[in-house]
T-cell receptor
Framework: GAVVSQHPSWVICKSGTSVKIECRSL??????MFWYRQFPKQSLMLMAT?????????EQGVEKDKFLINHASLTLSTLTVTSAHPEDSSFYIC???????????FGPGTRLLVL | DAKTTQPPSMDCAEGRAANLPCNHS???????VYWYRQIHSQGPQYIIH???NNETNEMASLIITEDRKSSTLILPHATLRDTAVYYC??????????????FGKGTTLSVSS
């Protein structure tokens, strides 16, 4: 199956700083990428849908100025958590859809801890 | 997208078949049924998907009822490594808007020796 990578796998930062998470499709081109967030003992929640070369579409309740998404190429999307606070601590997972559009593949996730 | 209903948890003995049910009684004619699983602290892993016909791959089999209102994921010989949360998701074709996978609570499958 297709491979999606994320970097870093975990990050600890101080409150008020910004954190960037990278998501790459390694062996396929992804015109659409998705970002999810998962809190402990909960299911994945869709944050935003990102199309290459255009602005991301955010789900209701997700602040676009806080969670900056850039999908600059067919293999890379980035999520920047700006001015992070402890409540932003979560497991962030990206996903990319293959060219046929049928299947979404997920990255291994990035665990963010804001102190 | 149609909602799905799954039992919150199931147990299975190692080596036996695990049959995970999913109800999607409001599924539309062009919506696919997808199955993913998430092992603790990892990203979801794609298992299988189908539209109308039964499907089989190296991981599992997907049985969709003729009226498409329910389906069953079958892991033929469960191992301890199959312990995970299994998600059944119904999704419209990718060329339609709003086609990100939306996750419910899934079924926690516990495989024991």
């Amino acid at each position: 199956g297709a491979v999606v990578s994320q970097h870093p796998s975990w990050v600890i930062c101080k409150s008020g700083t910004s954190v960037k998470i990278e998501c790459r499709s390694l062996d396929f081109q992804a015109t659409t990428m998705f970002w999810y967030r998962q809190f402990p003992k909960q299911s994945l929640m869709l944050m935003a849908t990102s199309n290459e070369g255009s602005k991301a579409t955010y789900e209701q309740g997700v602040e676009k100025d806080k969670f900056l998404i850039n999908h600059a190429s067919l293999t890379l999307s980035t999520l920047t958590v700006t001015s992070a606070h402890p409540e932003d601590s979560s497991f962030y997972i990206c996903s990319a859809r293959d060219h046929r559009g049928e299947t979404q593949y997920f990255g291994p996730g990035t665990r963010l801890l804001v102190l | 997208d149609a909602k799905t209903t799954q039992p919150p948890s199931m147990d299975c003995a190692e080596g036996r078949a695990a049959n995970l049910p999913c109800n999607h009684s409001t599924i539309s004619g062009n919506e696919y049924v997808y199955w993913y699983r998430q092992i603790h602290s990892q990203g979801p892993q794609y298992i299988i998907h189908g539209l109308k016909n039964n499907e089989t791959n190296e991981m599992a089999s997907l049985i969709i009822t003729e009226d498409r209102k329910s389906s069953t994921l079958i892991l033929p010989h469960a191992t301890l490594r199959d312990t995970a949360v299994y998600y059944c998701i119904v999704r419209a074709p990718a060329n339609q808007a709003g086609t990100a996978l939306i996750f419910g609570k899934g079924t926690t499958l516990s495989v024991s020796s």
